[in-house]
């Protein structure tokens, strides 16, 4: 019973978070449009946090729409204090991949962590993105699993396909199928191809020194080392040394499967001061 309550309230938000960004709700940028003056269009595009962290290095920053500038720094706050909630809490791009993995025998699924080192390239490839266009390689849309969901629903709603873009049936073959449905987690392209999701976990961990800052804490004296949490984080950031487990707050999502799934409560959410 309490593991389908905890699968529910994941998965209530991940509709929650399709509901404030995807068509034809979109009620994020709606919201927003009713402070914030932007042009007559609604689009998964408007409130995109990519887009301005590309502008940085092109002196373009400013401008960006105002409610992309307005919701990434939402993101860089949120990120900062609390963890990457958006990633863990909200994003159907990176939930549908994870949860429809689950249906795909373990023996056929790859675990990446442990064949290539995960956090150097998925730093490099955000440092990539953010120069790829200050380099003249324009913006990365036809790459982005976000819109490639995006393209998705409009396609299950419609029945027409909107787009048909090799590059964005290529995304969507990596990002469904070889980084998710056969990747052990699901999140293969969380894990190395996001750039929203790498910054918000690079301001997680600048986070962790700052006192008051909220993340996923293990209690030493709890802890048996029996693995379950690394066999269920969805993200590959949870690993056993010294028999005991570990965080990396480079990969972490706030997801709670480790805490959810820990016989002994040894993980806990939570700030620095909490007992």
Not at 2 to 14: A, E, M, N, V
Not at 47 to 75: A, N, R
Not at 139 to 148: A, K, S, V
Not at 164 to 177: E, G, I, Q, R
Request: net charge positive; hydrophobic share 45%; charged share 15%.
């Amino acid at each position: 019973m309490k593991g389908k309550s905890f699968l529910l309230k994941r998965i209530l938000g991940y509709i929650l978070g399709f509901i404030l960004f995807y068509e034809p709700f979109i009620l994020f940028e709606k919201a927003a449009g009713k402070f914030i003056t932007e042009p007559g269009f609604t689009s998964i595009h408007v409130p995109c946090p990519k887009i301005p962290l590309q502008e940085v290095f092109t002196g373009k920053l400013l401008d960006c729409g105002p409610i992309s500038l307005f919701f990434l720094g939402i993101l860089v706050v949120v990120s900062l204090i609390w963890g990457p909630l958006f990633c863990g809490k909200l994003c159907p791009a990176g939930a549908l991949p994870e949860f429809l993995s689950r249906l795909v025998p373990e023996k056929f699924k790859l675990d990446w962590s442990h064949l290539v080192p995960v956090v150097p390239l998925r730093y490099g490839f955000f440092a990539g993105f953010l120069f790829s266009t200050y380099l003249g390689m324009g913006l990365p849309c036809p790459y982005c699993n976000y819109y490639t969901f995006d393209i998705l629903m409009q396609f299950t709603t419609s029945g027409q396909l909107i787009s048909t873009m090799p590059s964005l049936l290529a995304t969507f073959v990596l990002w469904f199928f070889i980084l998710g449905l056969f990747t052990k987690g699901g999140r293969g392209y969380c894990l190395f191809l996001c750039p929203a999701g790498t910054f918000c976990s690079l301001l997680h961990f600048i986070g962790s020194y700052l006192p008051g800052t909220w993340r996923m804490r293990v209690k030493d004296d709890q802890c048996v080392g029996c693995s379950l949490c690394v066999k269920k984080c969805p993200m590959r950031a949870v690993s056993l040394q010294d028999g005991k487990a570990r965080v990396n707050l480079h990969q972490c999502i706030i997801c709670q499967e480790c805490e959810h799934n820990c016989p002994k409560q040894a993980i806990r959410y939570g700030h620095k001061k909490e007992r």
